[in-house]
């Protein structure tokens, strides 16, 4: 009796597993995007942005970006119930989809249910992701600060990035998969692929004087090494970038005193605290097509604090 030996059917690679072959990237795992003018680079018209901890602060400044050019945008607030205003007067104001959404970026299945949410209601897509949600560490000393606060900050700083990624990543993948089409069967109309944005801080490149905050720190830099992690996984059908902003002048400083911001200033270059509006450009870029060959990157936007 002859026993045939079946052939085992070869399984399907998954996106991050066929970038690479042997241990070396493929050759055009991406490609080029075939618009060249600075206009239709950077224009965002058809794509849905999420962006967490929007409701006030440097969020509700990117939201403003991607909404001038041309992104349905959501918003993501915790407690801040004023965003469902500032997403009301976006939607006028740019002739955009813009809506708030109360979330809570330390719950996985609350982050992956909300972005799914979305998705469907935004026209079965989503491009961007900016994970934003962030809180400060204001307990001190390492030595002497409670366990509760370090699991606080970590929890906000750094975990809610991860589960932002993995339930945004899966969407970014699924639309890759599918040929740039949406969940209702409809071809996406200003479609490249995915772009996941993280806020980290110059914290994560430096250690901050004269205040002690091992804990953010900690948490920022690892947001900056996630996300170049994540590069790599990704490459196929997401960039994943980070921006690092030195000290702005936003509420989250707030209980920071004056004679401490004293310091700060002294110690960068521009001689003051920035402005939130002026972060505007770095989100804009890396969430476009303008930034087609950026990935695994961070840029700085700290008025020259780390070139010293």
Not at 109 to 116: A, G, M
Not at 221 to 248: D, T
Request: net charge negative; aromatic share 10%; glycine share 8%.
């Amino acid at each position: 009796m002859v026993v045939k030996r079946t052939q085992e059917l070869p399984q399907k690679q998954s996106p991050e597993d066929s970038s690479m072959l042997d241990g070396r990237f493929r050759e055009y795992n991406t490609e080029a995007p075939k618009e060249t003018s600075v206009r239709q680079l950077f224009d965002l018209t058809h794509k849905t942005a999420i962006v967490s901890g929007s409701g006030a602060g440097i969020g509700l400044q990117v939201v403003h970006a991607f909404a001038e050019a041309g992104a349905n945008v959501a918003i993501w607030y915790h407690g801040n119930k004023e965003a469902l205003d500032r997403a009301a007067e976006i939607e006028k104001k740019y002739g955009v989809k813009c809506k708030a959404y109360q979330t809570d970026v330390t719950d996985f299945e609350n982050v992956k249910q909300t972005i799914n949410d979305i998705t469907k209601e935004f026209n079965g897509r989503l491009d961007i992701f900016v994970a934003n949600a962030g809180i400060p560490w204001t307990d001190g000393g390492m030595i002497d600060g409670p366990l509760t606060s370090y699991h606080k900050v970590v929890a906000t700083d750094l975990d809610s990035v991860f589960y932002s990624a993995k339930a945004a990543g899966e969407i970014f993948r699924r639309q890759y998969e599918a040929g740039g089409v949406s969940l209702t069967g409809a071809t996406l109309q200003n479609y490249s692929y995915g772009s996941f944005i993280a806020t980290a801080s110059m914290s994560g490149h430096i250690a901050n004087i004269p205040q002690l905050q091992s804990a953010y720190n900690a948490a920022k830099a690892g947001v900056r090494h996630l996300c170049q992690s994540l590069a790599v996984e990704w490459v196929k059908f997401a960039r994943v970038n980070s921006v690092s902003p030195g000290y702005i002048a936003t509420e989250i400083s707030n209980f920071v005193p004056p004679e401490t911001k004293a310091i700060w200033r002294s110690k960068i270059p521009m001689g003051r605290e920035g402005e939130a509006h002026e972060l505007k450009g770095a989100y804009l870029y890396l969430a476009s097509d303008a930034s087609s060959y950026t990935t695994g990157t961070d840029i700085l936007v700290d008025g020259g604090y780390c070139a010293v």
